[in-house]
């Protein structure tokens, strides 16, 4: 592994992963996402504060800076593909790009332009399983419909997000076995879909409580753009 090469890919993955798009778009509109709703600045929020068309515009770049990094790396580093990347570069190879692609979720959640205070890292972290071409795409799509399906039947944009990203080590596994990976890098993958799992349910703590408490307000998403 390019140690130089990897430090490269690993900080500007943060970086990106750093850019507060909700903020960025809600400030193009005269609008400080963070004084409004949840005050958070991902795309859920940006959904309620701005519209619809605003909040999906924001989820899909969130996505794609989780997907850029991830998949630019693997591509790169000759990782991404059919065979497996324990096989193509090592074991430490095959952890150097998901720690890539952990910087850009943890760069979503604490970035560093906004004193370490971000989202929630659905949108982002759905972007980096896309980019783990093939073993975590296909989980990362189904992740995404049921992720749509979730929030469009209940209007909860937490609960499609706690509940989708629970799935994603069952489905980290089933797409491994079909792609025929050996015990350990299925392990690897379950354990890194298992992690985002468990930050997403961290960072939804207190949308759990509302929840629970009946108080939790719908998204953006179902409802109409404002002027």
Known sequence: MNTMGWGIWLVGSYLLGSVPFGLLIGLTRGVDIRDSGSGNVGATNAGRVLGR?????????????????TLGYGLWAGLAGAEPAFEVGGTLAALGWMVVAAAAVFGHVFPIWLKFKGGKGVATGLGVLLGFWPV??????????????????????????????????FLAVLSGMCWRREPGEIAVYAGVCAVLAILIAVRHRGNITRLRAGTEPKAGWTQKNKP
């Open 53 to 69: 068309g605003w909040g999906i515009l924001c989820f899909i770049l969130d996505v794609l800076k989780g997907l850029g990094p």
């Open 136 to 169: 975590l795409t296909l989980p990362g799509i189904a992740v995404g419909l049921l992720w749509v399906a979730i929030a469009k039947r209940t209007g909860y944009v937490s609960l499609a997000s706690i509940v989708a990203s629970g799935s994603l080590p």
